[in-house]
């Protein structure tokens, strides 16, 4: 399943890094702990989270994940964006909270 | 081979940008993705933990065929139990930078979990030196 079809299919806002819609999305991570991102995350794993700034991009680039989703209306971070930008790596938005978007990613993915 | 990279202690946003370059080598060096992975978490959090809790520092990048080897030093306030400091869940950090998302006192564990080798030397009030091995073969 590609970023793209994520966005499509839970209806999500493309904040940046739009030339990487067509990553592949592998599996999923939930967290607002770089350091438990960094340790757990996997490459290809879509990643939801409520921090906004540039040290989520640095992590999310390091880890090769597929894309970053931020929760509850939160807007990225003017270097947030353009880090994800630069990277091509997609930063989301959704009005959801982690609970009701984790169980809707979930049903996606592993479909 | 060898690289030198410079870290400033408190500019969170360089965080991570010696980190990426010495990802990028190892990828131009053809090292095994599963190596990059492991080294690349080790040196993540060594090199935000002198940006987290140390003043100034640098990472020694030394590449040869055998065995990657990494030094991070900082000048900082050291750490005075350095036993406790590698239990999960140990955190100094002050509330700004655990609101960022730091501070939940994983980095030593992810460290320790991702090297092949690791040894921190630290002397309070002066600063703290941490190298991490990776074997190549
Ligand atoms: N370079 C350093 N200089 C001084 N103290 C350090 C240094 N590295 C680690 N420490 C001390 O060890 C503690 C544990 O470090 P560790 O990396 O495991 O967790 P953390 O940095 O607090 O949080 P996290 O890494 O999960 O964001 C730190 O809170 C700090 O007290
Ligand atoms: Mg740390």
């Keep these: 399943m590609t970023v793209?079809?994520?966005?499509?299919?839970?209806?999500?806002?493309?904040?940046?890094?739009?030339?990487?819609?067509?990553?592949?999305v592998t599996g999923g991570y939930i967290?607002?702990?770089?350091?438990?991102?960094?340790?757990?995350?996997?490459?290809?794993?879509?990643?939801?989270?409520?921090?906004?700034?540039?040290?989520?991009?640095?992590?999310?680039?390091?880890?090769?994940?597929?894309?970053?989703?931020?929760?509850?209306?939160?807007?990225?971070?003017?270097?947030?964006?353009?880090?994800?930008?630069?990277?091509e790596l997609p930063v989301l938005g959704t009005e959801m909270e982690t609970f009701e978007l984790a169980g809707k990613l979930y049903g996606l993915i592993k479909k | 081979m060898k690289f030198k990279y410079e870290i400033e202690g408190g500019n969170f946003s360089k965080a991570g940008n010696a980190s990426s370059a010495v990802k990028k080598i190892l990828k131009q060096l053809n090292?095994?993705?599963?190596?990059?992975?492991?080294?690349?978490?080790?040196?993540?959090?060594?090199?935000?933990?002198?940006?987290?809790?140390?003043?100034?520092?640098?990472?020694?990048?030394?590449?040869?065929?055998?065995?990657?080897?990494?030094?991070?030093?900082?000048?900082?306030?050291?750490?005075?139990?350095i036993g406790q400091a590698m239990q999960e869940g140990y955190s100094t950090a002050s509330q700004a930078v655990r609101e960022m998302g730091f501070g939940a006192g994983m980095g030593l564990s992810n460290m320790k979990k991702n090297a092949d080798l690791l040894n921190i030397k630290s002397e309070v009030g002066k600063g703290t030196t941490v190298e991490i091995t990776t074997l190549l073969k």
């Excluded at chain 1, 793209?4 to 592949?24: D, M, T």
């Excluded at chain 1, 350091?35 to 999310?60: F, P, R, Y």
């Excluded at chain 1, 209306?73 to 353009?82: F, Q």
Aim: net charge negative; hydrophobic share 45%.
């Design chain 1, 31 to 87: 967290s607002d702990l770089l350091s438990d991102v960094m340790g757990n995350a996997s490459e290809g794993d879509i990643w939801a989270t409520l921090q906004t700034h540039k040290n989520v991009m640095a992590v999310a680039s390091l880890k090769e994940v597929a894309a970053v989703i931020l929760v509850k209306g939160l807007i990225p971070d003017e270097d947030m964006l353009a880090q994800s930008n630069e990277e």
């Design chain 1, 4 to 24: 793209n079809e994520i966005v499509e299919g839970l209806n999500l806002s493309v904040f940046g890094g739009k030339k990487g819609l067509s990553r592949e």
């Design chain 2, 31 to 81: 090292v095994p993705p599963a190596t990059i992975k492991k080294l690349v978490v080790a040196l993540y959090e060594g090199e935000v933990n002198v940006v987290a809790h140390a003043w100034n520092g640098c990472i020694y990048v030394d590449i040869d065929p055998d065995r990657i080897f990494v030094t991070i030093e900082d000048e900082g306030p050291g750490i005075p139990d």
